[in-house]
């Protein structure tokens, strides 16, 4: 009989380190752009090309860090990360009190952490299934999907209320306290780690890469995942530079203010986590992947649709954090549950690399096109053409095998040894 996650000492460890972490990457999420706008007072592309530098790092990372996650032990990985986390974010507050802040190092420390957060994100995808058993990766995703929400909630909630009580860097200051307790967590972890399988050395900086796309392009119930995540990453990243200017600059709100509306989207992905079993159970886990995603695109409509006035443009946003959130958090948990079940342990690490690079990658380009889209047309008008695309990608896995797909398939992981025909690629 399978241990209760709830028994299992190792797992609880690791869900509080990504508990505390997940509220980090919230501040930080918010807190860089606020200090740039608050601090420095940033103009429309400098947000987007600090959006673009945060999540870029996964286009030259990825090329290595997949290969690398595999071929060595993934914990050490993630202590690692978190560490480095802490080292770049308080180099903010020290620059803002010897009065050298400047947005060339905002970019540098964006750059580095969304650095570090990419490897943390693929050795976590990976790690996982080694800790706890297959059987249990739905309720296990479903557990770490909980508190993501919950930091969703109470992070930019946090987020607002640090940099309404202190300034902008020391606020950022706290934020390194969090990926520094949760490195204790993750060192604390007891369960021996499985010794990383034989995989053979990449035989240039594209081998692990291209070993991760031929293996995602065999397997037709995760290709589609793929080209989805391509299309809707471009255009969602529209959002990640404009957003807030949007909200604070647009519609008139303060930033306490804004990070509660933020906070309140959190409620829906809480929701969404929890209620993603239970569509999973009703509609069979592609149907689910597939409607889930598909609505998700579709709410972001509201958000355009925003009045110019703090109460109405704050309702507007609510509605749309809250539908959002529900709706995409509900299906990427069984999205990943199903790309853990399908790959092998040797392979977890690099076909998570090529998901990560794809979002880098058109993160940059989504991120730089929205601000000098909003320049050239305004804000409002390049977030509709944000959302017409978000739709779009939401389309694509209709026409493939999730459409019929009702559980995770009961069939052994592909042979190890296929790994030979990608190695030397």
Do not use: C
């Not at 790092?57 to 990360?81: E, K, M, S």
């Not at 969703?152 to 940099?163: D, K, R, T």
């Not at 509605?319 to 199903?338: E, F, H, N, R, Y």
């Amino acid at each position: 009989m399978t241990q209760s996650l709830w028994r299992h000492r190792d797992f609880l460890k690791l869900w509080a380190a990504q508990a505390v972490s997940a509220f980090g990457s919230r501040i930080t999420r918010e807190g860089l752009p606020m200090a740039a706008i608050l601090t420095l007072d940033a103009r429309p592309a400098q947000l987007g090309l600090l959006a673009a530098l945060s999540m870029g790092p996964g286009v030259i990372l990825g090329l290595f860090a997949g290969g690398w996650a595999d071929r060595n032990y993934r914990r050490p990985i993630l202590i690692g990360a978190d560490l480095l986390r802490v080292l770049l974010l308080l180099s903010v507050p020290i620059a803002a009190w010897m009065q050298w802040l400047s947005m060339p190092q905002l970019y540098l420390v964006a750059a580095g952490v969304g650095a570090a957060s990419l490897m943390f994100a693929i050795a976590d995808h990976a790690y996982l299934p080694s800790l706890i058993a297959r059987e249990q990766l739905l309720e296990g995703n479903t557990k770490l999907g909980v508190t993501e929400s919950v930091a969703e909630i109470g992070g930019p909630a946090l987020a607002g209320l640090l940099f309404r009580w202190l300034t902008a860097p020391v606020a950022l200051l706290v934020n390194a306290g969090t990926y520094l307790v949760s490195a204790v967590f993750l060192w604390s972890i007891r369960t021996p780690e499985p010794p990383p399988q034989p995989v053979e050395k990449a035989q240039h900086p594209f081998s692990d890469l291209m070993f991760g796309v031929r293996a995602i392009m065999d397997q037709p119930l995760v290709r589609p995942l793929l080209v989805m995540t391509i299309v809707q990453t471009l255009f969602s990243s529209f959002f990640a530079g404009l957003y807030l200017l949007f909200a604070i600059k647009t519609l008139g709100l303060p930033t306490a203010l804004l990070g509660l509306v933020i906070a309140v989207g959190g409620v829906g992905a809480l929701l969404g986590a929890l209620i993603a079993p239970v569509v999973v159970r009703r509609l069979g886990l592609g149907p689910a992947i597939i409607g889930l995603g598909l609505l998700s695109a579709a709410s972001a409509v509201v958000i355009p649709l925003a009045p110019a006035t703090v109460i109405g443009g704050a309702t507007f946003l609510i509605v749309g954090q809250i539908l959002g959130d529900a709706l995409a958090v509900a299906a990427m948990i069984p999205a990943g549950t199903l790309r853990q079940s399908l790959f092998a342990q040797a392979r977890l690490g690099r076909t998570g690399a090529v998901f990560h690079v794809a979002r880098g990658a058109m993160s940059v380009v989504g991120a730089l096109i929205g601000g000098g889209l909003a320049q050239a047309i305004g804000i409002r008008e390049a977030m509709w053409v944000a959302v017409a695309g978000m739709v779009l990608a939401g389309l694509i896995p209709i026409f493939s095998p999730l459409r019929t797909l009702k559980a995770i398939p009961s069939s052994d992981y592909p042979d190890l040894g296929q790994d030979d025909r990608f190695a030397g690629v």
